[in-house]
């Protein structure tokens, strides 16, 4: 039973640089979502896919977020031009199509933005 | 916007002790969730509530969906030093993901 699966695990960048990370959710699951969180907070809802369409993007915290899922399987946040308070958790999760709600989370990718 | 409540901010019990944290809201929820984060981890999946009024047990866990749909409430029977970490309530009800409460931090003394 594989669940979701993110990499890399952690990531240390520089102020200025692009960074990516990639999440891969469980096989049979549709619906693919990104969250960010910092140190106290619970995760705050970035953005979701339903197979390869991106429904909801709004929530992307500025136009240096961009997020992908080209093929309906795996995804990709890629944050631009990184800024300090960028730092933070970045956790994806995945939902079968009957149960939306019924998410669940990988590991997360906590990045450093020095 | 919708407020999601979560207390108490922290517990500190000795082990063996049952524990009772609760979720409230301002606005009608269709879907209740229970996550566990551990350090450095993503929040795990405990239980998930789709009715009012529905209670459901996982182990030593057990929620409930509150019959107005606005609450719910997570007890942990007997703990045991495992189940230190933060617990996360959650909603979801719709296509903007689910929002989070702010956790309650779960410490176990010896």
Redesign the interface.
């Known amino acids: 039973d594989t669940g979701?699966s993110?990499n890399p695990r952690h990531k240390i960048t520089k102020r200025g640089q692009n960074v990516t990370f990639r999440c891969d959710p469980i096989s049979e699951h549709n619906r693919l979502?990104w969250?960010r969180q910092t140190l106290?907070?619970?995760?705050?809802?970035?953005t979701?896919f339903q197979n390869e369409a991106q429904?909801?993007k709004s929530?992307l915290l500025s136009d240096r977020f961009s997020a992908e899922r080209p093929k309906g399987s795996f995804s990709t946040l890629e944050i631009q031009r990184t800024e300090q308070g960028d730092s933070a958790m970045y956790?994806c999760?995945s939902s079968a199509r009957n149960?939306?709600?019924?998410?669940?989370?990988?590991?997360?990718t906590?990045l450093t933005v020095l | 916007g919708q407020q999601l409540n979560q207390s108490p901010q922290s517990m500190f019990i000795q082990e063996g002790e049952d524990v009772s944290m609760n979720c409230t809201s301002s606005s009608i929820f269709?879907?209740w969730?229970w996550?566990k984060q551990d350090p450095?981890?993503?929040?795990?999946?405990l239980i998930?509530l789709y009715k009012a009024g529905e209670l459901t047990s996982n182990g030593r866990l057990t929620a409930q969906f509150g019959i107005t749909r606005k609450d719910s409430f997570l007890n942990i029977s007997a703990s045991i030093p495992s189940d230190v970490g933060i617990y996360?309530c959650?909603w979801?009800?719709g296509?903007?993901?689910?929002?989070?409460?702010?956790?309650t931090h779960l410490i176990i003394q010896p």
């Open positions: 979701v993110q979502y969250y106290g907070q619970g995760p705050e809802f970035l979701y429904l909801e929530r956790l999760a149960t939306p709600d019924t998410q669940y989370f990988g590991p997360g906590r | 269709n879907t969730l996550y450095g981890e993503g929040p795990v999946l998930a996360f959650a979801g009800g296509a903007d993901g689910l929002t989070f409460g702010k956790g």
